[in-house]
Antibody, heavy 123, light 113 residues
Framework: QVQLVESGGGVVQPGRSLRLSCAAS????????IHWVRQAPGKGLEWVSV????????KYGDSVKGRITISRDNSKNTVYLQMNSLTTEDTAVYYC????????????????WGQGTLVTVSS | DIVMTQSPDSLAVSLGERATINCKSS????????????LGWYQQKPGQPPKLLIY???TRESGVPDRFSGSGSGTDFTLTISSLQAEDVAVYYC?????????FGGGTKVEIK
């Protein structure tokens, strides 16, 4: 079955960096775009970034642009999220999710999500 | 980026009654090439990741009960739970897609009255 497993979260001091990983299994990873979505404690969902199936199209949310880099290694079925210059505002559970699409390639939604990894930015 | 506005922030509905959640986008999410609205609805229960309920504004994801339905087009959308069950207690989010970028609404918390 489709599985997405995030890792790399933890407690980090403001200004430091962290790299999250999203390991996928149960589907042809190289055919799917992957998104990162975060959720601050007690708050709503915030879209962070997306990387296309081949890594050629990448987008970032305004709140993280310039501080975050998304990448993927299709040989390892893994997507990475490099986060730099972290602030307390980045404290959240970070989810990775698979973007599903129809036979014509049109977006259908995020149909599978990981359980998330918690990032806490604190001194 | 598209701004999504949900209402109400929360609502309490009796078991078996209808729950209605509204979502408005700051620009149209109707995609002319396939005549689909790129608008989805997600359900999130405490301690769990979100779950896709509806995509293209009105298409139920596989396995989603038919008491969940979505409607609307352009900028105004609605999620309806026709007969609220105890297991439907959750926060519901609308989400738009535009040129690879996603935008989520603020969420609506649904509780039992």
């Amino acid at each position: 079955q489709v599985q997405l497993v995030e890792s790399g979260g933890g407690v980090v001091q403001p200004g430091r960096s962290l790299r999250l990983s999203c390991a996928a299994s149960g589907f042809t990873f190289s055919n799917y775009a992957i998104h990162w979505v975060r959720q601050a404690p007690g708050k709503g969902l915030e879209w962070v970034s997306v990387i296309s199936y081949d890594g050629n199209t990448i987008k970032y949310g305004d709140s993280v642009k310039g501080r975050i880099t998304i990448s993927r290694d299709n040989s390892k079925n893994t997507v990475y999220l490099q986060m730099n210059s972290l602030t307390t505002e980045d404290t959240a559970v970070y989810y990775c999710a698979r973007e599903n699409y129809d036979s014509s390639g049109y977006y259908e939604g995020l149909d599978h999500w990981g359980q998330g990894t918690l990032v806490t930015v604190s001194s | 980026d598209i701004v999504m506005t949900q209402s109400p922030d929360s609502l309490a509905v009796s078991l078996g009654e209808r729950a209605t959640i509204n979502c408005k986008s700051s620009q149209s999410v109707l995609y002319s090439s396939n005549n689909k609205n790129f608008l989805g609805w997600y359900q999130q229960k405490p301690g769990q990741p979100p779950k896709l309920l509806i995509y293209w504004a009105s298409t139920r994801e596989s396995g989603v009960p038919d008491r969940f339905s979505g409607s609307g087009s352009g900028t105004d959308f609605t999620l309806t739970i026709s007969s609220l069950q105890a297991e439907d207690v959750a926060v519901y989010y609308c989400q738009a897609y535009y040129r690879n970028v996603l935008s989520f609404g603020g969420g609506t918390k649904v509780e039992i009255k």
